[in-house]
């Protein structure tokens, strides 16, 4: 059982500078309490020879070698640009001219 407590709430809701009812200290008090006990749960659980890891299923290196392979020129990728301007492709401005 964790220790919290209405009075550690009540604290805490001072430091944070909310204002809460006792209705609330109440209610908040229970879910805490849960979020604590929950997070002792889990911790016990892993404690001991289990290894951090990021995803349940071991994964090698997915990514391919970088190969250099011929592309397109400037003026090819812009021959299809229904405007383009200075070597860019040209759009219409979406936002102000600020």
């Known amino acids: 059982m964790s220790e919290i407590t209405p009075d550690l709430v009540r604290h805490l809701a001072g430091l944070s500078r909310i204002l809460v009812t006792d209705e609330e200290v109440t209610h908040l008090t229970q879910q805490l309490s849960l979020i604590v006990d929950s ?4 911790k016990a659980a892993v404690e ?3 290894p951090a890891t990021s995803h349940p ?3 090698a290196n997915v990514f391919r070698e970088d190969v250099v392979e ?4 400037q003026e090819q990728a812009l ?3 229904p405007d383009s301007a200075q070597g860019r492709f040209k759009v219409n401005a979406i936002l102000g001219e600020e």
């Open 39 to 42: 997070v002792a749960t889990v």
């Open 48 to 50: 001991g020879d289990v």
């Open 57 to 59: 299923i071991a994964m």
């Open 70 to 73: 011929p592309s397109l020129t």
């Open 79 to 81: 021959s299809g640009a």
